[in-house]
């Protein structure tokens, strides 16, 4: 009996050690990205935190005036454009739309839209690309046709603003890729000036991804982990963990966050948002 009691205890330390360790050892993946071309080096195209969120791609690509880049439509993925850094222009039809840094843009089914930077401007992108399962393809079907079938640009700053109890009244929130676009993900910014905070939360029905935007400085948490969230830099937030932003006295906090649901059921976090008049 002795031995079974003391055996029973050596499980349950051995237990709660590997599980200390896990804990301790959880990190939150983050890629810097190079703003800088080599010499002679009209484009670039990189894969940045390759098979962190099942079905999510992301690219850093960046491109000189000498490239006219097409937008080709992809008919098993939804594609997401976010203009960072950099002047250009892009044509759909006879449109044109002129890309400033921080802007967005899908192109939904339309064809024919190409863009490229003004005169010895380069530009610099990130292209999000979203797998669409049998169950989005269905889904997206009952979305309004204007979310689906035209083209959707828009600056950062001219998306609908919105307040959420996790942060404080300073704070700037912007929804710059609402739902019903694509089905199970919506995007959005956050925008403060430190000292400040956006509290800690858990969100087990959707997975992650923060970008700094230009200025931004700040801390990211998740359980026990931390890492520095500056400017131009990508990072997953792990699965279920409790996870903060923290800026200090006069940096700056602006990032743009970028949700997948897990499922279409997992929108109802979204409500938590409170859509302001403006």
């Not at 029973?8 to 810097?32: G, L, R, Y």
């Not at 960046?62 to 006219?68: G, L, R, V, Y």
């Amino acid at each position: 009996m002795k031995i079974k009691f003391n055996l029973s205890i050596f499980v349950i330390i051995i237990f709660s050690f590997i599980t200390a360790c896990a804990q301790k050892s959880q990190e939150i993946p983050i890629k810097f990205l190079s703003m800088e071309l080599e010499p002679n080096q009209q484009k670039q195209k990189l894969n940045i935190l390759k098979n962190e969120i099942e079905g999510v791609t992301s690219e850093h690509i960046t491109i000189t005036s000498d490239i006219n880049q097409k937008v080709d439509i992809d008919e098993k993925h939804k594609t997401i454009y976010l203009f960072i850094k950099g002047y250009g222009k892009l044509t759909s039809g006879e449109k044109i739309y002129d890309i400033v840094p921080e802007t967005i843009m899908l192109p939904n089914t339309v064809e024919g839209i190409w863009f490229k930077p003004i005169e010895n401007d380069t530009l610099h992108y990130l292209k999000i690309s979203v797998f669409q399962t049998e169950l989005d393809i269905e889904d997206i079907k009952t979305f309004p046709k204007e979310n689906t079938e035209n083209i959707y640009f828009k600056k950062f700053t001219d998306c609908k603003s919105y307040t959420e109890p996790i942060k404080s009244p300073q704070t700037t929130s912007r929804t710059i890729l609402p739902n019903k676009y694509i089905p199970r993900v919506a995007m959005g910014t956050v925008k403060t000036i430190g000292p400040d905070k956006v509290g800690a939360h858990v969100h087990a029905m959707l997975e992650q991804l923060f970008f700094g935007l230009a200025g931004n400085q700040t801390i990211v948490y998740a359980d026990d982990a931390q890492v520095d969230f500056p400017e131009y830099s990508l990072l997953h937030i792990p699965l279920g963990s409790s996870h903060s932003v923290s800026v200090n006295e006069n940096n700056e906090m602006y990032y743009v966050w970028m949700d997948f649901f897990v499922d279409k059921d997992g929108e109802e976090w979204l409500k938590t948002h409170n859509t302001k008049d403006e």
